[in-house]
Structure formats: structure tokens, C-alpha cells
């Protein structure tokens, strides 16, 4: 009998890790990336208690609170490694993240996400829109799917709507729904104070177009000139002291930070770029609607 147990439990590994080393494969990530986007990057306070702890262009937020941690992105799937030795060089614990968030659901800012989740065995909140390609690892994205599964699929412990409060001890953060990039892309804005005073953050979403094609064409999200038409009139309407982005390289991250410079919330002050950036790619929406037209 006892045998026999054992030849049981050895076959259910066996199969198990037969089904691990399958899965594993099946995952797999666009090798032409930006340099960028594996480089390190040292970790700063940006203001009050909130941090940049990503990669040179994949940016990761963390925001610390009396209750626990909130990481914002995760970038690809080896930047694991960078953002835990960022978190751990400012003095923070790793295993104090509580909170997991994503500001789009592609695998260069949900790579690391499962992991993450996995060590730390904080609950990962995300907007409605990408819930569905987060448990698929991206296969049921509009347009990266195409590839596959390019992250390891997220379990989702809470879906969020537009403008939704995440609360986490004496924090909270407002989801502002911004679809487009992806059909779930959005953006976090929330109040952070130092001794001098407060800022209220916007961590936004830009909404660049990935396609090459015609709006028409994408059958898979058939409101996607919609929802880019919306996303593009409810931006240059928020209002914040400082904003950020999911990328270092589309808020000029390296031209107002350099390593080593003193705290200064004021350098990622003002909005000029912002909506300098939104007019941008306003034109090219236009330009996109003007050709499904042709």
C-alpha cells in the first residue's frame, strides 16, 4: 500500500513538473526589446513617500504607507531582480509589498508581475478592460497577442473600474480609466507630502498607438478609435502638481533626474511637456481616423 502511494505521488510530480517545464516554454517575451528597458537604474524618492524603483525606461513606482507597500509596474520578467534590489537599497522590505498595480497589461511592465505576486503574496488589482489578458499571460490582448503568452498569467484579486480608490493604511489612489494603448490602460492619481507640503501625482498612461494599420481593421477591440477619442479629451482635463509615466523616456526622466542629485519633487513639476505630448498624439489619432477613411 505504501508503495504504491509513493509511486502515485512520484508520477503527480512527475507530471507536475512535465506541466511546469510546458508552461514555462510557452511563455515568452519579444527578444528585440530597447536597451533601456534591461539597463538598472538607481532608485529614488521622487516625492513624499513615493519612489522610482524600475530599470532605465521601464518605470516601477513604490509607494510606502503605514500598512505596507504599493508597487506600480513590474517591467519585463528579469527586471524582478533590479526592482527588489532597488526597493531593499532604499531601506524597504520586499515582502512588505501589499498591493500590486499595472498602468497597462503588456509584458513589458507586467513581466515580473506573477513573480512578484508569488514572493510577497500581495493582491494584484487591475482595470477591467486588461483582466482578461493579465490571467491570459497577453494571448487575449488585441494586438500583442499575436505573439502569444509573453508573461506568466497574474491571478487578479480585485478589478477596477474608472476612478475606483485603492486605499492601503493612510493612502489612496484614484484608477482613472484610459483605454486605448491597451483596452484596460490607465492611470493612478493620488496626494504625497513631505515636510514642505503636498503634491498631487498623476502617474499617466500616454496613449500611444501600437498598430500600423487602420482603426477599422483591429476586429478584435472594435471601440478602439472610441475609447482613443475619449482617452485623448479626459487627459488635458486633470489636473496635478507632478506627473510621471510608465516609461522613464516619455516624461524626460533622465534630463530632470541624474544619479546622485538631491531630492527634488519640483523637477517633475508643470505640464508643458504633458500636453505638449497629448497634442502629439492627437495628430496622429487624427491622422489614423483620416486614413480609415481613404
Given at each position: 500500500?505504501?508503495?504504491?502511494?509513493?509511486?502515485?505521488?512520484?508520477?503527480?510530480?512527475?507530471?507536475?513538473?512535465?506541466?511546469?517545464?510546458?508552461?514555462?516554454?510557452?511563455?515568452?517575451?519579444?527578444?528585440?526589446?530597447?536597451?533601456?528597458?534591461?539597463?538598472?537604474?538607481?532608485?529614488?524618492?521622487?516625492?513624499?513617500?513615493?519612489?522610482?524603483?524600475?530599470?532605465?525606461?521601464?518605470?516601477?513606482?513604490?509607494?510606502?504607507?503605514?500598512?505596507?507597500?504599493?508597487?506600480?509596474?513590474?517591467?519585463?520578467?528579469?527586471?524582478?531582480?533590479?526592482?527588489?534590489?532597488?526597493?531593499?537599497?532604499?531601506?524597504?522590505?520586499?515582502?512588505?509589498?501589499?498591493?500590486?498595480?499595472?498602468?497597462?497589461?503588456?509584458?513589458?511592465?507586467?513581466?515580473?508581475?506573477?513573480?512578484?505576486?508569488?514572493?510577497?503574496?500581495?493582491?494584484?488589482?487591475?482595470?477591467?478592460?486588461?483582466?482578461?489578458?493579465?490571467?491570459?499571460?497577453?494571448?487575449?490582448?488585441?494586438?500583442?497577442?499575436?505573439?502569444?503568452?509573453?508573461?506568466?498569467?497574474?491571478?487578479?484579486?480585485?478589478?477596477?473600474?474608472?476612478?475606483?480608490?485603492?486605499?492601503?493604511?493612510?493612502?489612496?489612489?484614484?484608477?482613472?480609466?484610459?483605454?486605448?494603448?491597451?483596452?484596460?490602460?490607465?492611470?493612478?492619481?493620488?496626494?504625497?507630502?513631505d515636510d514642505n507640503r503636498s503634491y498631487k501625482v498623476l502617474l499617466a498612461n500616454?496613449?500611444?498607438?501600437?498598430?500600423?494599420?487602420?482603426?477599422?481593421?483591429?476586429?478584435?477591440?472594435?471601440?478602439?478609435?472610441?475609447?482613443?477619442?475619449?482617452?485623448?479629451?479626459?487627459?488635458?482635463?486633470?489636473?496635478?502638481?507632478?506627473?510621471?509615466?510608465?516609461?522613464?523616456?516619455?516624461?524626460?526622466?533622465?534630463?530632470?533626474?541624474?544619479?546622485?542629485?538631491?531630492?527634488?519633487?519640483?523637477?517633475?513639476?508643470?505640464?508643458?511637456?504633458?500636453?505638449?505630448?497629448?497634442?502629439?498624439?492627437?495628430?496622429?489619432?487624427?491622422?489614423?481616423?483620416?486614413?480609415?477613411?481613404?
Amino acid at each position: 500500500m505504501q508503495h504504491k502511494f509513493v509511486r502515485n505521488l512520484f508520477l503527480l510530480m512527475t507530471g507536475l513538473c512535465m506541466l511546469s517545464t510546458t508552461y514555462a516554454q510557452q511563455v515568452k517575451e519579444p527578444t528585440r526589446v530597447n536597451p533601456g528597458w534591461n539597463r538598472p537604474q538607481q532608485p529614488f524618492r521622487i516625492a513624499g513617500n513615493l519612489y522610482y524603483v524600475g530599470t532605465y525606461d521601464l518605470a516601477s513606482y513604490l509607494i510606502t504607507t503605514n500598512a505596507g507597500n504599493i508597487l506600480i509596474n513590474t517591467g519585463l520578467a528579469a527586471s524582478e531582480k533590479t526592482i527588489k534590489n532597488n526597493i531593499e537599497a532604499l531601506g524597504f522590505r520586499f515582502r512588505d509589498i501589499k498591493i500590486l498595480l499595472t498602468m497597462q497589461a503588456h509584458y513589458d511592465h507586467m513581466g515580473a508581475m506573477a513573480a512578484i505576486q508569488e514572493k510577497t503574496g500581495a493582491r494584484f488589482m487591475v482595470d477591467a478592460g486588461d483582466e482578461s489578458v493579465c490571467k491570459s499571460g497577453g494571448k487575449t490582448d488585441y494586438e500583442m497577442g499575436k505573439y502569444g503568452s509573453t508573461f506568466r498569467p497574474v491571478s487578479v484579486d480585485r478589478v477596477l473600474h474608472d476612478k475606483d480608490t485603492i486605499r492601503l493604511g493612510d493612502m489612496q489612489l484614484v484608477m482613472l480609466h484610459h483605454p486605448g494603448h491597451t483596452m484596460g490602460s490607465c492611470s493612478f492619481i493620488f496626494d504625497v507630502k513631505d515636510d514642505n507640503r503636498s503634491y498631487k501625482v498623476l502617474l499617466a498612461n500616454m496613449p500611444t498607438i501600437i498598430i500600423d494599420g487602420k482603426f477599422a481593421a483591429v476586429k478584435a477591440y472594435p471601440a478602439i478609435a472610441k475609447d482613443y477619442a475619449y482617452t485623448l479629451d479626459t487627459m488635458p482635463k486633470v489636473n496635478f502638481d507632478l506627473w510621471l509615466a510608465a516609461h522613464a523616456s516619455q516624461f524626460n526622466l533622465h534630463e530632470k533626474h541624474k544619479d546622485g542629485d538631491p531630492y527634488n519633487p519640483s523637477a517633475f513639476a508643470g505640464r508643458e511637456d504633458y500636453d505638449k505630448q497629448l497634442a502629439e498624439l492627437k495628430a496622429v489619432y487624427r491622422e489614423k481616423l483620416t486614413a480609415d477613411k481613404k
